[in-house]
C-alpha cells in the first residue's frame, strides 16, 4: 500500500490575500505562511461579474476590475520560477463560460494573457490525473478549474424582485435538463447589495447594512425554496439565522422535508 499524502489546508476567514508578505504586503510580517507559500499551491477564487458593460473581481462596482486582477496574475507568473496557481473563475450569471475565458485570453500584460500560463492541454490531462511537472514545466504555470465541475452563480442586486427572478431563471435552467447538470456540484447565494451602479448607490446609503438588507429578503424566499431546493441543493444566503417571519425555523422545516425525499 502506498503511503497517503499528508495534505494540511488552512483557511482564513475574511482574510484579504494581500495582507500576507508573500503577496508583497509593505508592512505586514507573515513569515509562516510565506514560507508554505514557497513550497505549496496558491488557490485563488475568482468570482467575477459583470457590471455596467465591464467584468469585475467580485461582485460589481466597487470591486477591482476583474482586467486589473488578471494583470496582477500574469505579472506574478511571469516574474516568478516554479509556482502553482489554481485558479477557480466562473461567472455570476452564466457559470464558467466560452465568452469570458475569451475576454480573459485578450487581457494581457507585457504580451502575454493568463491562459498563455496553461502549460498543458486540458483535453489530454485530466484534472484528476494532473501532475506538478505538467502545470510548471516551462515556468510557473496556472490551473483553471473547469466550470462544469461546479456551477454556482453569485446572485446579486439591490433589486429583491431582479433578485428573485434571476435564481428562478437558473432554477428553469437547471430543471429543464437535470441529465446533463445533475453531474455538477450545484449551488447558489443570494445578496441584496447596493454595489450595481451610482444611483442605487445613493439610494442605499441611508440603508446600508448588509445584515439589515438579508434580514428584509430571506423570508421572501421561502415560497420558492421548496421548489428550488431539487436542483440548487446547497443555497446560500446572508444572515441566515435570523428570525424574521420566523425564517431560519421554517427554512430548517423546508430543508428537513426535502431530506426526507431523499431516502
Not at 102 to 130: C, H, K, N
Request: proline share 5%; charged share 25%; aromatic share 12%.
Amino acid at each position: 500500500m502506498s503511503k497517503q499524502p499528508n495534505i494540511i489546508y488552512i483557511l482564513g476567514d475574511d482574510h484579504r490575500a494581500d495582507y500576507l508578505g508573500c503577496s508583497g504586503h509593505p508592512i505586514l510580517q507573515t513569515p509562516a505562511l510565506d514560507s508554505l507559500a514557497r513550497r505549496g499551491v496558491r488557490f485563488f477564487d475568482l468570482r467575477a461579474s459583470f457590471a455596467d458593460g465591464k467584468w469585475y473581481a467580485s461582485h460589481g462596482f466597487l470591486a477591482q476590475p476583474l482586467d486589473e486582477c488578471l494583470r496582477e496574475l500574469v505579472r506574478f507568473l511571469g516574474e516568478t520560477q516554479r509556482e502553482f496557481l489554481v485558479v477557480s473563475l466562473y461567472s455570476v450569471e452564466g457559470g464558467y463560460t466560452s465568452e469570458l475565458m475569451d475576454w480573459i485570453a485578450g487581457v494581457t500584460e507585457q504580451g502575454s494573457s493568463l491562459l498563455d500560463f496553461m502549460r498543458y492541454d486540458p483535453s489530454e490531462i485530466p484534472l484528476e490525473e494532473l501532475r506538478y511537472r505538467d502545470v510548471t514545466r516551462g515556468g510557473s504555470g496556472v490551473v483553471i478549474a473547469p466550470g462544469w465541475q461546479v456551477y454556482g452563480p453569485w446572485h446579486d442586486t439591490n433589486d429583491p424582485e431582479a433578485l428573485v427572478r434571476g435564481v428562478a431563471k437558473q432554477n428553469e435552467r437547471l430543471k429543464a435538463d437535470m441529465g446533463w447538470w445533475g453531474e455538477f456540484f450545484r449551488w447558489t447565494q443570494t445578496q441584496l447589495t447596493a454595489q450595481t451602479g451610482w444611483p442605487e448607490l445613493m439610494r442605499a446609503v441611508p440603508d446600508w447594512s448588509l445584515l439589515r438588507m438579508a434580514y428584509r429578503l430571506n423570508y421572501r424566499l421561502l415560497e420558492y425554496l421548496p421548489d428550488w431546493l431539487p436542483q440548487m441543493p446547497v443555497f446560500s444566503v446572508d444572515y441566515a439565522d435570523n428570525m424574521n417571519h420566523g425564517f431560519n425555523d421554517r427554512a430548517v422545516e423546508i430543508i428537513n422535508a426535502y431530506n426526507r425525499t431523499l431516502s
